[in-house]
């Protein structure tokens, strides 16, 4: 097959995405998606709180997917469902798709553009180390968050989370809501990696504690979880002997951490960003390889959906741009170097030639912060300054650049995150 773009993902990234470049005037967009139906991870987050960005309203997962499914139906744009993409591979001047499906076999697509929105995927148990057993009922937050929601099946009835992720809190609140005890969320770092209004929301309306600079040490049971440790880290997150802590538990689930899916990425020679695991990308959204683009949480984890579907639309408007001819590609951009607190921004690089008007600036810091002032600096000449009187490593932070403070001689631009002395 032949397209014009091929959008792999059909979550709240693909979608945006999908439904951007169509109205940017890309008439040739088709969608693979892996799944049996459109939506990605929103389908089984039944909670509300999205939207309210994009919409002005609060809406559940779900309800906010069909908002974008239903107007990719009436752009009539492609899609082709239960379709996994195995390989990427840069062939002339585009790029070769290979896809498998039940129904068509093996699918191979030329494309001019890709847009990579293939998600996210949580850290596993292995990744952690954790000494103990093997029994039955430990589960990642996500995996039980699909049980309950979508199979209705309970993972247990007496919880421990490790992890104070977004995903684990909203967790430890449905759990709650179907009988289950929490009793209680373990957080390695001294801060959680949630929102706030997800602390409150879910453990502090319902009096689950938060036990911050916490691990699990041991994990008890043969056939079945039946218990599992729990001990206060020091400064170099170790375990502090004499700290430990015995909880009696049929479940334990894990919120440690989302990791891009970039096994594709790299297939195709995408450079990736060491602190976020996703790809390095321009102004644009666009990768290292010309007309490949990168957005959603395969870019960076983001914490609300709205952004990500922002993004995807910038991502989506982009690649139109590129294959209809009316947007240059590659070009090595003045550097973003973060500094201070900021630990990673995307993009990577902004090229003022290319921009529109502005380019949106996403970034997080490191640690938790009061009265901080975040700066852009061009050498020593100061861009921007602005005051946060709060800012959180679980929080997205954004800045907009403006295309006429650039020159496009600049040797790199500085953010920078601090505290007010």
Same mark, same amino acid.
């Not at 439904?19 to 139906?37: F, P, Q």
């Not at 683009?293 to 914490?303: E, K, P, S, T």
């Given at each position: 097959?032949?397209?014009?773009?091929?959008?792999?993902?059909?979550?709240?990234?693909?979608?945006?995405?999908?439904?951007?470049?169509?109205?940017?005037?890309?008439?040739?967009?088709?969608?693979?998606?892996?799944?049996?139906?459109?939506?990605?991870?929103?389908?089984?987050?039944?909670?509300?709180?999205?939207?309210?960005?994009?919409?002005?309203?609060?809406?559940?997962?779900?309800?906010?997917?069909?908002?974008?499914?239903?107007?990719?139906?009436?752009?009539?744009?492609?899609?082709?469902?239960?379709?996994?993409?195995?390989?990427?591979?840069?062939? *002339?001047?585009?790029?070769?798709?290979?896809?498998?499906?039940?129904?068509?076999?093996?699918?191979?697509?030329?494309?001019?553009?890709?847009?990579?929105?293939?998600?996210?995927?949580?850290?596993?148990?292995?990744?952690?180390?954790?000494?103990?057993?093997?029994?039955?009922?430990?589960?990642?937050?996500?995996?039980?968050?699909?049980?309950?929601?979508?199979?209705?099946?309970?993972?247990?009835?007496?919880?421990?989370?490790?992890?104070?992720?977004?995903?684990?809190?909203?967790?430890?609140?449905?759990?709650?809501?179907?009988?289950?005890?929490?009793?209680?969320?373990?957080?390695?770092?001294?801060?959680?990696?949630?929102?706030?209004?997800?602390?409150?929301?879910?453990?502090?309306?319902?009096?689950?504690?938060?036990?911050?600079?916490?691990?699990?040490?041991?994990?008890?049971?043969?056939?079945?979880?039946?218990?599992?440790?729990?001990?206060?880290?020091?400064?170099?997150?170790?375990?502090?002997?004499?700290?430990?802590?015995?909880?009696?538990?049929?479940?334990?689930?894990?919120?440690?951490?989302?990791?891009?899916?970039?096994?594709?990425?790299?297939?195709? *020679?995408?450079?990736?960003?060491?602190?976020?695991?996703?790809?390095?990308?321009?102004?644009?959204?666009?990768?290292?390889?010309?007309?490949?683009?990168?957005?959603?949480?395969?870019?960076?984890?983001?914490?609300?959906?709205?952004?990500?579907?922002?993004?995807?639309?910038?991502?989506?408007?982009?690649?139109?741009?590129?294959?209809?001819?009316?947007?240059?590609?590659?070009?090595?951009?003045?550097?973003?170097?973060?500094?201070?607190?900021?630990?990673?921004?995307?993009?990577?690089?902004?090229?003022?030639?290319?921009?529109?008007?502005?380019?949106?600036?996403?970034?997080?810091?490191?640690?938790?912060?009061?009265?901080?002032?975040?700066?852009?600096?061009?050498?020593?000449?100061?861009?921007?300054?602005?005051?946060?009187?709060?800012?959180?490593?679980?929080?997205?932070?954004?800045?907009?650049?403006?295309?006429?403070?650039?020159? *496009?001689?600049? *040797?790199?631009?500085?953010?920078?995150?601090?505290?007010?002395?």
């Amino acid at each position: 097959m032949e397209h014009d773009i091929v959008i792999i993902g059909g979550g709240p990234a693909g979608l945006a995405a999908a439904i951007a470049a169509k109205e940017a005037g890309a008439d040739d967009v088709l969608i693979l998606e892996r799944e049996k139906e459109l939506g990605g991870i929103l389908n089984q987050c039944i909670h509300n709180g999205f939207g309210l960005h994009t919409f002005k309203e609060e809406l559940t997962g779900p309800e906010y997917a069909a908002r974008y499914i239903e107007k990719a139906r009436e752009l009539k744009i492609p899609c082709l469902l239960s379709t996994t993409v195995v390989d990427l591979q840069r062939e *002339g001047g585009g790029v070769t798709v290979t896809s498998v499906s039940r129904q068509d076999g093996l699918l191979q697509t030329r494309t001019k553009a890709v847009i990579l929105a293939m998600g996210c995927r949580e850290r596993p148990r292995g990744a952690l180390n954790i000494p103990g057993t093997r029994p039955a009922g430990i589960f990642s937050a996500g995996t039980a968050q699909r049980l309950v929601n979508l199979e209705g099946y309970m993972p247990g009835r007496r919880v421990v989370i490790l992890g104070s992720g977004d995903i684990g809190l909203i967790m430890a609140r449905r759990m709650t809501l179907e009988g289950a005890k929490v009793l209680c969320v373990a957080e390695l770092q001294p801060y959680s990696g949630g929102l706030k209004r997800n602390i409150v929301q879910c453990l502090d309306d319902y009096g689950i504690p938060l036990k911050l600079s916490h691990t699990v040490v041991d994990i008890r049971g043969k056939e079945r979880v039946s218990g599992v440790t729990i001990a206060k880290v020091g400064q170099d997150l170790k375990p502090i002997p004499g700290t430990e802590e015995e909880f009696e538990c049929d479940t334990l689930l894990l919120s440690v951490g989302l990791l891009p899916e970039n096994e594709l990425s790299r297939a195709v *020679g995408v450079d990736l960003a060491p602190v976020t695991g996703g790809p390095i990308v321009n102004e644009s959204l666009e990768t290292n390889i010309p007309g490949v683009f990168a957005c959603g949480n395969v870019l960076h984890v983001h914490d609300l959906v709205d952004y990500v579907s922002q993004e995807a639309a910038q991502a989506g408007r982009n690649a139109a741009g590129y294959v209809l001819g009316r947007r240059a590609s590659g070009g090595a951009g003045i550097p973003l170097v973060p500094a201070g607190a900021v630990r990673y921004t995307v993009p990577c690089t902004v090229d003022p030639a290319r921009m529109d008007s502005e380019a949106v600036v996403r970034f997080r810091v490191g640690r938790n912060m009061r009265r901080a002032v975040v700066t852009l600096k061009a050498g020593d000449k100061e861009l921007l300054r602005k005051k946060r009187p709060v800012m959180a490593p679980g929080e997205m932070e954004q800045l907009i650049i403006k295309r006429d403070w650039l020159t *496009g001689s600049e *040797g790199s631009l500085t953010l920078e995150a601090r505290e007010e002395e």
